[in-house]
């Protein structure tokens, strides 16, 4: 590799965001796809895109962490001004052409969704991870041996699917739009009923049948609360919204099994 594939490559791995092999890297300035180290073999949630006219520079990130790293062969302060025209310029139709891969990669996991959706079967009352739950199938379907769970947004658009296997393990299908969306675990959400915003699909359910007067939707991750409670108070500005995070580990130690924080109406 040359020099500025070297950089670049090792830019990337200060951030997190490198491809399991440096071979992967295409100086060509325009959008690739790679493997992250680190990642399951098959996936491709890695992104670069890489200049090597002077100046050197590139951007590369993680589809799935939703992080990005920006480089360049020479420092701000040492760019001419048409080197820094440049680097704004491609910047400008970088950016613009990983937004049209983002939108892409969204657009193919949601119809991906719809089709496995439309042909999964109702789940199973004795499904073992409903079992070991103490939840009802409400409304999770089943492909093979996996549960499946829709993720949605406030609209009730189909965005994804969230998979959970016999013995617990949890994926989301590959490419879908998460930020913002969630799975209606306990009801749909309605300016007329209190939210309560959980993590899981589990956890969800559960709080959904101890309090039928409140509508109860999983948020997938805790990564995801913020962004799900964001928009149900941009939609609804009035709603009784709760965040109700697990706390795991921390929880048993200190005795506490939920939190419930209200978001503040606007």
Partial sequence: MTDPRIEFFSALQSGGVGPANPSALVADGLLHRHRIEGDRPGTLNGWHVL???????GAGGSWKAGHSVKWCSKRLSALTAS???EITRRIT???????????ARHRDAAAKAARIWTDSAPAAARHPYLDRKGIAP????????????????????????????????????????????FIPSGGTPSPDRPLWIA?????????????????????CDAGNLLSVATEARKRW???????????????????????????PAS
């Fill in 51 to 57: 200049h090597l006219d002077n100046p050197a520079s």
């Fill in 83 to 85: 080197e820094r025209a």
């Fill in 93 to 103: 139709e970088d950016r613009k052409r990983a937004q049209e891969a983002t939108e």
């Fill in 138 to 181: 409400g409304i999770a379907r089943q492909s093979g041996g996996a549960l499946v769970l829709p993720v949605v947004d406030f609209t009730g658009t189909l965005h994804g699917l969230q998979f959970i296997d016999e013995q617990g393990q949890k994926r989301f299908i590959s490419g879908m739009a998460k930020a913002g969306h």
């Fill in 199 to 219: 993590e899981g699909h589990a956890t969800a359910c559960t709080l959904s049948a101890l309090q039928p007067g409140v509508v109860v939707i999983a948020a």
């Fill in 237 to 263: 500005p009035a709603l009784d919204v709760v965040i109700c995070p697990d706390f795991d580990a921390i929880a048993a130690r200190k005795g506490r099994k939920q939190l419930l924080q209200p978001v």
